[in-house]
T-cell receptor, first 114, second 110 residues
Framework: GAVVSQHPSRVICKSGTSVKIECRSL??????MFWYRQFPKQSLMLMAT?????????EQGVEKDKFLINHASLTLSTLTVTSAHPEDSSFYIC??????????FGPGTRLTVL | EDKVVQSPLSLVVHEGDTVTLNCSYE??????LLWYKQEKKAPTFLFML????IEKKSGRLSSILDKKELFSILNITATQTGDSAVYLC??????????FGKGTKLSVIP
């Protein structure tokens, strides 16, 4: 069965608004979750590593003030895209590691900014 | 900079054919090599490889890792139209991070 859920699966918003995406671990406690984005016909790019109870670690080139990550519990991490612009339109995917090196992905959230 | 290169980028085969997808990697503190299948949404896990020369098999899919040559292959035998997808290879390095290749788009035609 599913290990990771994401909500919403799809969101359309106006430019300048903020969008929150939730990532939930369904059957175990995840101290670390990962956020990726994927542009059409491109591969996944790691945006940040979300650590429960501490600040997220952002990859080079990812604006931490624009992509706010909160990992408040062992089963929930949220990504908030602040003041979204059309270039932020993308497929956002979270994942968590279970066992050794095996990452399980959520179903993804397609964000369209008008 | 960590790098994962997949080839070919796209491939069209007929049902019943056998295909081999390639993945080479250059990562610091390499831990594992993972293969994923991505259809319309998020990737689904196929294999994780950590040791050289040990083939992992799941039905018609198999994969093997060569840590000396920094290379892995994914084989699919007797392909079916349901195998059509993008196959992603990722190298796990350091602390949990995965570096993904660009993927191989496989199209299986009846």
């Amino acid at each position: 069965g599913a290990v990771v859920s994401q909500h919403p699966s799809r969101v359309i918003c106006k430019s300048g608004t903020s969008v929150k995406i939730e990532c939930r671990s369904l059957d175990f406690q995840a101290t670390t979750m990962f956020w990726y984005r994927q542009f059409p016909k491109q591969s996944l790019m790691l945006m940040a590593t979300s650590n429960e109870g501490s600040k997220a670690t952002y990859e080079q080139g990812v604006e931490k003030d624009k992509f706010l990550i909160n990992h408040a519990s062992l089963t929930l991490s949220t990504l908030t895209v602040t003041s979204a612009h059309p270039e932020d339109s993308s497929f956002y995917i979270c994942s968590l590691e279970r066992g050794t090196d095996t990452q399980y992905f959520g179903p993804g959230t397609r964000l369209t900014v008008l | 900079e960590d790098k994962v290169v997949q080839s070919p980028l796209s491939l069209v085969v007929h049902e019943g054919d056998t295909v081999t997808l390639n993945c080479s990697y250059e990562v610091t503190n390499f831990r594992s090599l993972l293969w994923y299948k991505q259809e319309k949404k998020a990737p689904t896990f196929l294999f994780m490889l950590t040791s050289s020369g040990i083939e992992k098999k799941s039905g018609r899919l198999s994969s093997i890792l060569d840590k000396k040559e920094l290379f892995s292959i994914l084989n699919i035998t007797a392909t079916q139209t349901g195998d059509s997808a993008v196959y992603l290879c990722a190298a796990g390095a350091g602390s949990y991070q995965l570096t993904f290749g660009k993927g191989t788009k496989l199209s299986v035609i009846p």
